[in-house]
């Protein structure tokens, strides 16, 4: 297949995944802004929503302050946001034109239509109603454009690489989510919060999905280690590290096995997600301490979509 | 419009005169008359929601909102017999021939201007010579592997060629298109007609291309598809057409030059490259042989060629072959080569360079059609009976500022056919573009092709970027 | 004149380059007052030079070298004899139809100005066509200021002529443009002068034109010095312009910062023995 080719459908699903985890972010913010002050806390919910979407200092060139509103419309809609919602599912949908033929009618049609429709949503004066509609339809469409490609696209090569972008860009998401509030996720030893942490735990979980996923693994009250140990290191959930990391290290080496050799992608992949597998979260907090952990992670999985790009891409 | 006064009324391809429906047209008449206004709107509708999905558009330069509108498509088919067609084929393989044969010439020894039958200028000094393909040997002779003959009708017996596109001829992906849908909307009269099929088009293409590689090509040659990217009008047909053909589609970044030889950039290494399909205009094709600054090409792709490494399909310095200047000299150009009359009629031309017949069109303008040499697309094109004087006076002073670069040709009376509008069903004008395959081992012409039509009532422009619309082309099997 | 001549072009890359394409026209070719004792051409890079000859009868070479490249050296140099005649080029190879140097090109279209200098020229110096050129490389030089690193390679004659500054490079085009512009057949001439006040190194080559004259044939002149070429000019390669008969036309692929040096040596050498 050309590089160019694998390269756009890479990066067609790092951007399809990446308007849904900002969607997400989005919900669980707007969420947490409404529980109370007297059990919230005065705290601004949207400086850490910027920051888990990797976009905080692109805000701050455009803003001096953070507020909701505008915080919202950066997300979401603003052009001057690359990985604005509306951006990304536009540079989506220009990499699915230019690769049609290596995508299936279903998945065009997704990506496409959603396209066309949520382009026309507009963040100016929008009102929460609006909003939510937004986002689900966000959501929906990532959904759609995922399982049509899980549905009906031919296990090869294309189908691999938009898998690759899927997991890199969902484990970078994650990792940065957790990364945001790794303050409210102290080890077990540490004191224990009030209220206000107990929004911020289930507000980390939505922004992953996760909130009932936790309950049937732990079958416990919110345990803020136990939430680190859900998204980082337990395979079955799949936004943890360890699972996108699995997925990483068999997809490689679906292509290592189709084109009969492998190289530093599939080695590093592989050495990564054994370090997760062998990892226990409390170890995790004694040694370096949750937020050192991520930022290396988040560093090793950049440098592992370089590798990538490098050995296939171009 | 003012010119229904002045012009004969056109020849209507189903209905003569007294009303009854001429030879191939009698069912098509029996379906049209069965049909309400409301139901063919139902059948147009159904048909646009199929182009929409399968996603068929046409991006027109300068125009952001509509880059992706739907090129209209008219449902009523435009038909032609058995004996028109195998009339027209000969034709069109003749014309073709003639051209190939012309280009091997002047790109040789030029014999052809040797001979005065053509002014060496109009060759030697036209923009689309290529100096650089002079003395270069081509596999077989052959230039123009894919041509797009633009003809139009004026009688029951009469064809013209209205243009040679010997560039990069577009448009046969709707050719293919409208037949799927047609033959998904209208499944009754697929059954109660047999049409020759076009569905072959790729794999011919396919045969065309692969009979033309170099003799260096090892084993079964590599084929691919060179587009300018999706930012080309024509991009979906680029990626309909590898897709189709079974072949890579590739942007110039995805090639590169090796030692002579073209190699495309996989997840899996280099990848030789014997036969290039290319959809890219000459200047862009190689930045250190034509314009430097293009981005789209491939650096050392004419060194390549030179060494006979690659084979580009069409070959660089087609265009002075589709030249409006030169097109009126096709007769002769077929009659030097071939020792044969014509088969398809040339569209009398004064070609401004010669100051008599400059004086005459400027006498004449509004009678007649000035079109700008080297233009194409409609654009840059005076049709005097529709315009007014003060657009004619303004045309006059640019054909005497720089009167080489025109041509005159009469007003033709363009055939009308059925179509669906508004009100229900009216004539409309249409052209036909059939493509010609020219391969080393023999010519191949898919019985059809792609007809355009005005769809502004009494308008002879039927290019897509100017409100054409296209029909479904059937070749009656009978 | 027994002219040596050493003509190096060093790239250097900041960030180290992923591959790079060269075509060279860098080997002159011999005609009656011109003689190649010996020329060769290096490459400091491992690379097969691919030697062919294009539709103008240049000698052109053509090579790929693969990266990580720091930079790359291209060495021209050999020892070519040279004698004056008046600028008359004849038993050149010839290969294309003289109405192709009547072509238009993007860098050698003329202006209203250029066209009515031409015209001027060609009704003030009478019909025989050697006073019209000399008019007119005349009537150029009183416009042009001669000034380096001001224009560079993709000027056109019409943006040159109308800046009143340029390098031989667009004296040349603008000549060109109109001589081609009266109807003579003209073309660009890319190679090298000898100059006594430049023995230690020139920045650039030269750059001069050659134009079809009935009953001389092709006659080369040198617009930036208003002369007929003579036995200090060694003809390297033609073209319609500049980009035809370009020295040195490649890309690099990948690689940031890119400086070029190019140093040219030409220098009169005693014959052997």
Known sequence: ?314 | MNSKGIMPAPFDEMSSADGNSRPGYELIKRWLDSETPESLGHRRLEAELLFRRIGITFAVYGDEEAEERIIPFDIVPRVLTKTEWRKLATGLEQRVTALNMFLADIYGTGEILKAGIIPSDLVYRNPYFRPEMMGLKLPHDIYVQIAGIDLVRTDAEDFYVLEDNARTPSGVSYMLENREVMMRVFPDLFAEYRIDPVETYPEELLATLTSVAPNSAPGEPAVALLTPGPLNSAYYEHSFLADKLGIDLVEGSDLLVRDNVVFMRTTEGLKRVDVLYRRLDDDFLDPLTFLPTSVLGVPGLMNAYRAGNITLANAVGTGVADDKAVYSYMPEIVRFYLGAEPILKNVPTWRCREKDACAHVLDNLHDLVVKEVAGSGGYGMLIGPAADKATRDIFAEKIKADPDNFIAQPTLALSTCPTVVDAGIAPRHVDLRPFVLYGADKVRIVPGGLTRVALKEGSLVVNSSQGGGTKDTWVLDA | ?273
């Open chain 3, 1 to 273: 004149m027994r002219l040596k001549i050493r003509h190096e072009t060093s790239y250097v890359y900041g960030t180290p380059a992923t591959r790079a394409i060269q075509i060279l026209r860098l080997t002159p070719r011999g005609h009656d007052s011109q003689f190649v004792v010996n020329w060769r051409i290096d490459v400091d890079q491992d690379c097969r030079l691919d030697a062919s000859r294009d539709p103008f009868g240049n000698a052109v070479q053509s090579f790929t070298v693969e990266g990580p490249l720091d930079g790359l050296t291209i060495v021209a140099e050999g020892v070519v004899e040279t004698q004056d005649n008046s600028g008359i080029v004849h038993g050149q190879a010839e290969r294309l139809p003289l109405p192709v140097y009547l072509r238009d090109t993007p860098l050698t279209r003329a202006s209203p100005g250029i066209r009515a200098l031409a015209e001027q020229a060609s009704a003030a110096a009478g019909p025989d066509t050697l006073p019209i050129l000399y008019a007119i490389m005349n009537g150029i030089r009183d416009r042009l200021d001669f000034i380096v690193n001001v224009t560079d390679s993709g000027t056109t004659a019409i943006d040159a002529f109308s800046h009143g500054h340029g390098v031989c490079q667009d004296f040349s085009h603008i000549f060109i443009a109109a001589a081609r512009h009266i109807g003579l057949p003209a073309r660009y001439v890319s190679g090298y002068l000898f100059h006594t006040e430049m023995l230690d190194g020139q920045a650039a080559g030269h750059a001069w034109a050659e134009v079809l004259v009935d009953d001389l044939g092709w006659v080369a002149f040198d617009p930036a010095n208003g002369i007929a070429a003579t036995d200090s000019y060694v003809r390297v390669a033609v073209g319609l312009d500049y980009l035809g008969a370009a020295p040195i036309r490649g890309t690099r692929y990948g690689g940031a910062d890119e400086t070029m040096e190019v140093k040219i040596m030409v220098n009169e050498t005693a014959r052997a023995g």
């Open chain 1, 1 to 314: 297949m050309l590089s160019r080719t694998a390269d756009t459908l890479f990066w067609l699903g790092r951007y399809v995944e990446r308007a849904d985890n900002t969607a997400r972010i989005i919900d669980a913010a707007n969420r947490l802004a409404t529980v109370p002050d007297s059990l919230a806390g005065e705290t601004s919910e949207w400086e850490p929503a910027l920051a888990a979407a990797g976009v905080l200092s692109g805000y701050t060139e455009h803003h001096d302050e953070v507020d909701r509103d505008p915080a919202i419309d950066y997300l979401a809609f603003s052009p001057d946001n690359f990985s604005s919602i509306k951006n990304c599912l536009g540079t989506a949908r220009n990499n699915a034109r230019a690769v049609r033929t290596a995508l299936t009618a279903e998945m065009w049609e997704a990506i496409n239509e959603a396209w066309q429709e949520l382009k026309r949503y507009d963040g100016a004066r929008m009102d929460r109603q609006t909003l939510n509609t937004f986002l689900s339809r966000v959501k929906e469409a990532c959904l759609r454009f995922d399982g049509s490609a899980y549905r009906t696209m031919l296990r090869h090569d294309a189908y691999w690489f938009l898998r690759l972008g899927f997991y890199l860009e969902r484990a970078d998401s994650t990792a940065r989510i957790l990364d945001v509030k790794y303050h409210v996720l102290l080890p077990e030893d540490a004191q224990v919060g009030g209220g206000l942490d107990y929004f911020q735990w289930t507000s980390i979980l939505r922004s992953v999905s996760a909130l009932t996923a936790y309950r049937w693994v732990y079958h416990e009250s919110l345990k803020p280690w136990l939430i680190a140990d859900l998204l980082v290191l337990n395979a079955k959930m799949p936004r943890s590290l360890a699972s996108c990391y699995e997925n990483l290290a068999t997809f490689l080496d679906h292509l290592s096995l189709a084109y009969g050799r492998q190289g530093p992608a599939q080695r590093q992949a592989r050495s990564t997600m054994t370090r997760l597998q062998n990892a226990q979260i409390s170890e995790i907090f004694q040694n370096k301490g949750l937020h050192e952990f991520l930022t290396e992670f988040i560093d090793e999985n950049a440098r592992l979509g370089e590798t990538i790009s490098k050995q296939y891409l171009t």
